[in-house]
């Protein structure tokens, strides 16, 4: 199954979404589990293990240095994070059309990079303290598609204008997108979790 480490914990029987869990840099299949489940209670929570190394720390994909991404790299990962869950859905038995990212920083930059790259992937994501992962040319069409940003107003790794281009550039292909401040840094808050809840919330 495209060789991720991950954990599959299955939902409740009558919720047919799939929370894409996808841990930050040097992170584990296990670290988003507890706020996945509490963001949606009742959703499948699918969590894999980023693949690439950078020393002894987990990504989801290379880069040369902070905030400087190697893009092919990316884009290999990106199709190879897509065919995951097309292959997960096949095995567990989920729906391949109601799968959600809920990502933190190197997470929620390849989920944006899944929906810019391989837009049919997903049908919406949560992504905590993302930045711009790259601009595709053409476009893809993300109708339909919607996207909750919660960005730090404090964040050194992730400026505000970053967060907001990443919004914009969403919003330009066509998803529904809201953007959020929470009054914090790069690290997470019970805040996200609150708005993230909210937001998954039927």
């Not at 869990?21 to 209670?41: F, K, Q």
């Not at 595709?136 to 404090?154: C, E, N």
């Amino acid at each position: 199954m495209s060789e991720f480490v991950h954990k599959f914990v299955p939902g409740e029987e009558g919720d047919t979404r799939t929370l894409l869990l996808l841990h930050g840099t040097g992170g584990s299949e296990s670290d988003l589990l507890d706020m996945g489940r509490e963001v949606a209670p009742s959703a499948n929570l699918l969590s894999p293990r980023g693949k690439v190394m950078e020393g002894d720390m987990t990504r989801f994909f290379r880069r040369f240095s902070e905030g400087v991404y190697d893009i092919e790299d990316l884009k290999f990962r990106a199709g190879e994070l897509s065919g995951f869950v097309r292959e997960s859905a096949l095995t567990y038995g989920f729906d391949p059309a109601d799968v959600y990212a809920f990502g933190y920083s190197n997470g929620a930059n390849i989920a944006a990079a899944v929906l810019l790259l391989r837009p049919k992937t997903l049908a919406g994501a949560v992504l905590l303290r993302p930045t711009v992962p790259l601009t595709p040319d053409p476009p893809p069409d993300l109708s339909g598609a919607k996207v909750l940003i919660s960005a730090g107003r404090g964040d050194r790794m992730v400026s505000e204008g970053q967060s907001e281009s990443l919004a914009e550039l969403l919003r330009a292909c066509r998803a529904e997108v809201e953007l959020i401040w929470q009054p914090t840094g790069h690290s997470l808050t019970r805040g996200d979790i609150e708005v993230a809840r909210q937001w998954f919330t039927p």
